[in-house]
């Protein structure tokens, strides 16, 4: 009803037309009425303030004075009412002062309406900006506290660097000499004791892979993805980054409370919270000391609960205690603050301490830190208890040699720019039974493809040079619909992958995995594809 009245005054001469037609209305229920009512010009008032209302002071004037002068026409004289005061003129006088009382009350009415209307409509419109610019302003205040905490861990691996290359080299040098060992025996004829030096290169060689995995998945960039975690299980699994990070010069104590329970959070940002209180804890520690890491099981209660602003309940709690330098009164009050920090310029961003404690709250806990001057720091993270099956990772060592598969049948066709990898993935399948076709490129692939070769399973390389693992999974899907992909990669960020019904073996994996991953994927039918045909 407001809208439309709006919509009326934007047109003058409907509001005179209404002021005309709701008059002579009136009129007309007035004669029906006839002595009933002795008032005259009672039916014409809900004329005028409708006139007002859609029209403004024009159109109610107009329904007043032509109100007076119908009343004045067509109905009978007061004295026929039984009034004889006042008189006809006085009480038409009365009407028109009282009417321009009323067109003038009610026009104001209205035009505060319509301001109050436009000032909500403006208020909604700079609430909706607002709303705009505050979502704009979060999106861009997450987005630069994912940059922060990518960047807290580069800061960490630039501190593992040099520790992990003395580590690598430690382990290729158990590979290369168990090799080496190996060559000279079978030159010499010398058969005994062989499976000695294999298994030393093979336990080498899965050390570094553990210490890749690890690597590759701190440096990963992704969002908070809280799990089911066993604190005491992922420290144990940290051991060889803290002890890169920290050096050879301070001692590293592990107190961890056997039936530890669980928490729910995310693994991959408390790995890189811990690995960073370490670093830290190193710092403090110039001169050498002990580092101790600890956890415990603990139950707040309601005063406790309250001073660290948790609920009570049961927590699970992680320390990182270091025998340094300790932490002033002033600077311990600052430690939280972002871009704080003692440390040298370029030497630190000030923000590990912050985000610490940013990832704690979102994790419903809590950072509380101890420390005085030459006494060293404890920090101690609160984590709520929650009760579950703990992910764990999965093992990469497997039984060597593989159970040939008798019933092995199928072409596979392997692309890897790396001839090493190639050929020993196509001797372990070959020794299967499957037949073998090989590719240094995503081109040669496509040939082998184009020039009619019965492949029954794709594996490539996510990483080839001219056209990517994925564009050759494409290409070779849109020549034969049903040709089952088996990815490999080595990198850390794995790209959108164009199918559902693919696999991914993240390199480097034990080729005693292969086998059963291949006999599974060509006993699976895909998308489209007759089961009763394989």
Known sequence: MYNLLLRLRERAWAGYSIAICTCLLALAIRLAIGHLVSAPFFTFVPAIILSTLAGGFGPGLLCSFLTAALVAHFLPPLASYGIHWPSQRMMTLLFLVAAGLIVTLTELSMRASIRFARATEQLHTANEALEARIAARTAELMETEQQLRQARKMEALGHLCGG??????????????????????????????????????????????????RLLDFSRNHPLEPHVTDINF????????????????????????????????DPNQLEHALLNLCINASDAMPQGG??????????????????????????????VADTGTGMTPDVLARAFHPFFT?????????????????FA?????????????????????????????AKTLPGTDSAWPPPRNC???????????EASIRDLVAEVLRDQGYTVEQAADAHSALDLLLNGTPVNLLITDLRLPGMSGQELAAAARAMRPCLRVLFMTGYAERAAIPFQDTRILAKPFSMATLPPLVAEMLSTPVLGENPAAL
């Open 361 to 389: 709250r979102q994790s419903g806990g809590h950072v509380d830190i101890h420390s005085n001057p030459g006494d060293g720091t404890t920090v101690t993270l609160y984590l709520p208890r929650h009760d579950g099956a």
């Open 234 to 265: 992922l420290i144990t699994g940290m051991e060889e980054l803290i002890a890169q990070a920290i050096g050879p010069g301070v001692v590293r104590r592990l107190e961890l409370v056997p039936d530890m329970h669980t928490t729910l959070v």
């Open 164 to 213: 992990i290359a003395h580590d690598f080299s430690n382990l290729l040098t158990g590979i290369t000499g168990s090799l080496d060992v190996l060559q000279l025996r079978l030159l010499e004829g010398r058969l005994d004791n062989l499976d000695r030096h294999i298994t030393a290169a093979r336990d080498a060689a899965s050390r570094a892979t553990r210490l890749t995995q």
């Open 290 to 319: 002990t580092l101790t890491i600890a956890t415990e099981n603990v139950t707040l209660s309601t005063p406790h609960a309250t001073a660290l602003n948790l609920p009570p309940g049961d927590y699970v709690t992680l320390s």
């Open 342 to 358: 003692t440390k040298p310029a370029g030497k630190g961003t000030g923000l590990g301490l912050s985000m610490l404690y940013g």
């Open 407 to 417: 019933q092995a049948r199928g072409c596979i066709l392997i692309a890897d720019d």
